[in-house]
């Protein structure tokens, strides 16, 4: 399957959170442009070299492909496998036949900072959810960011503490009370 392959639009219409109730639907295609975006900047943030920042930014967009045929597959579900080399290896091959760039420098540690990205993000959309009045979602934001923390901090010192400054930053109420809005 080609990147530029039209079912990929799929995702756009593929929700997730569906075994929690949310305020706002997002979509699995919302949710990994925002992983991709995180992802970029944690890549930065750990001076990575250009081609693992490539291989990463583009990993990222594609990380959640497989759920144009399963749907969401919640969190919990992925995390037994995290660290199956099998489960790299297969990953490796599929982005190998979906976009044609070298491989990283350190796979492990590519699949590491898109794996932090992507908690990240969840942390982000549930911290939202909260900030607009959705107390439901308390006790999977507290379990989400403990595992952010684990997993960040041990890709960087400090790596945590500056994603959880920019999860308080960036929920709407805060933006717009910010702007006098």
Partial sequence: MSILDPTNRILQHVPRWTIIRTLRRQSVAEHSYYVTLY????????????NDINWITQYALTHDFDEMVSG???????????????LITKHSKKMGSTILINEPTDIRLCMEVVKVADEFEACMYLADEKAMGNSTIEPLLADIMWHLEKKAENLEEGLYK?????????????L?????L
């Fill in 39 to 50: 992802a970029t900047f944690i890549a930065i943030e750990l001076d990575l070299k250009t």
């Fill in 72 to 86: 969401d597959i919640p969190t919990p579900y992925k995390r037994g496998t995290e660290y199956d080399d099998k």
């Fill in 162 to 174: 500056k994603l959880a400054e920019e999860i308080h930053k960036t929920t709407r109420t805060y």
């Fill in 176 to 180: 717009y009370s910010s702007k006098g």
